[in-house]
C-alpha cells in the first residue's frame, strides 16, 4: 500500500458512478441528493434516466472518473470489473479492438467503491494493483433491491483500510442505514456477502418448495403465507418473496426486483467459496441447482420468486 500523506477527505466528494442499472441507477439518485455525482453507463437509455434524476451524465467513464474523489462501481461480474478498471484486450476472432480501462484516469489519494457481489478471488490483487496509484479499494458490497437503495436504507458490509473507508464515508454514509465493518482488508466485505447469499439462496429455494408443497396439498396460499410468515417458519425471505411467487403464475408474472439468474451466480460464488475451504454445503449446492434449473426454464430474467416454477409449472387451484 501507498504510504504517501493521505489527503484530507472531502465532506462532499465528487462521486462517479458507473453502471446505472438495477441498482446503479437508485443508488446515483440517491448520492445526487447531497454530493456532486457524475454517471455513466453504456446503455443511452439508462444515461437518460439518470439525467431524468438529476445525475449528470458523461460520455465515458473516463470521463466520469476524471477528477472524483470516490467512484463507486455497480457491474455484474468480476470480469466487468477487472475490463472496467484495466481494460480488456483486442480479440482476434471477433475483430474486436482493445478497450482501455479507467485506472488510468483515477485520482491520486481517491477510493473505488465494489459494490457487486463478485467473490473474494481476485480481490487481494486488484486492490494491490490499484494501490500502486495511489487509489485504496472499498469493499463494500450491499443488500436491499432498488427502492431501498435510492432511500438510503441499504445493508453494506466493507472491508477497507481506514483510509479508504475515511475517503468513502460520505457515499456510505448516503446509501447505508446499516453499515458493518467486517475487516481492514478488500475482499472481507465479498467473504461475508458470500455466506449472506448462501442464506438468502437458500431460504428463497425453501419458500418456493413450501408454497408449492402448500399448493399441492390445496391449501389457500395467501392464508398459508400468512400464517407461515407469523410463525417460528417465517423469514425475511419468505415475507418478501412469498407473495411476489403467488404472483408468477400470473401473466407477465412477478414484478422484476432481483433477476433469478444473480442467484445462479451468487451461489456460484458460494459453491467455489466452499471448494476452496474444502467445506461441504450440499443445502445450498441444492439450492443452487434449482436456481439453474429456473435459467434453463427461460426464467433468467425474470424475478428470482419465478424459482417456484420449477417446483410447481402451473397452480394447482
Known amino acids: 500500500m501507498s504510504t504517501s500523506t493521505p489527503p ?3 465532506t462532499t466528494p465528487t462521486t462517479a458512478v458507473i453502471g446505472l442499472g438495477a441498482m446503479g441507477l437508485p443508488m446515483a439518485t440517491r448520492l445526487a441528493t447531497g454530493l456532486p455525482v457524475r454517471g455513466f453507463d453504456i446503455a443511452p437509455a439508462r444515461l437518460e434516466l439518470a439525467a431524468q434524476a438529476g445525475v449528470q451524465t458523461t460520455t465515458s467513464a473516463a470521463e ?7 467512484v463507486l462501481v455497480a457491474v455484474r461480474n468480476a470480469a466487468q470489473l477487472d475490463a472496467l478498471l484495466f481494460g480488456s484486450p483486442a480479440s482476434g476472432e471477433d475483430g474486436a479492438a482493445a478497450v482501455p480501462g479507467i485506472a488510468e484516469h483515477l485520482e491520486a489519494g481517491s477510493a473505488v467503491v465494489l459494490t457487486s457481489t463478485v467473490g473474494t478471488d481476485g480481490i487481494a490483487e486488484l486492490a494491490a494493483r490499484l494501490a500502486d496509484l495511489d487509489v485504496d479499494l472499498v469493499d463494500a458490497p450491499l443488500s436491499g433491491g432498488p427502492a431501498r437503495a435510492g432511500a438510503g436504507d441499504l445493508l453494506v458490509v466493507v472491508g477497507a483500510t481506514p483510509r479508504a473507508r475515511e475517503t468513502a464515508a460520505p457515499v456510505l454514509d448516503l446509501l447505508a442505514s446499516t453499515l458493518t465493518v467486517v475487516g481492514d482488508a478488500p475482499g472481507d466485505g465479498q467473504a461475508l456477502k458470500t455466506v449472506n447469499q448462501l ?3 437458500v431460504h428463497i429455494a425453501a419458500a418456493a418448495e413450501a408454497l408449492a408443497l402448500a399448493d399441492a396439498l390445496g391449501l389457500d396460499r395467501e392464508r398459508t403465507l400468512e400464517a407461515l410468515d407469523a410463525g417460528a417458519a417465517g423469514s425475511f425471505m419468505l415475507g418478501n418473496r412469498g407473495p411476489r411467487m403467488l404472483q408468477a403464475h400470473d401473466e407477465g408474472g412477478a414484478e422484476v426486483l432481483s433477476r433469478l439468474d444473480i442467484f445462479v451466480k451468487d451461489l456460484g460464488i458460494v459453491g467455489d467459496a466452499a471448494r476452496r475451504a474444502h467445506l461441504a454445503t450440499p443445502v445450498a449446492a ?4 434449482l436456481f439453474l434449473l429456473g435459467e434453463a426454464h427461460g426464467l433468467a430474467e425474470a424475478d428470482d420468486s419465478a424459482v ?3 417446483v410447481s409449472p402451473r397452480r394447482r387451484g
Open 64 to 70: 466520469a472518473v476524471t477528477g472524483a474523489q470516490v
Open 286 to 289: 441444492a439450492a443452487e441447482q
Open 8 to 10: 484530507t477527505p472531502a
Open 308 to 310: 417456484i416454477r420449477v
Open 199 to 201: 442464506l438468502c439462496g
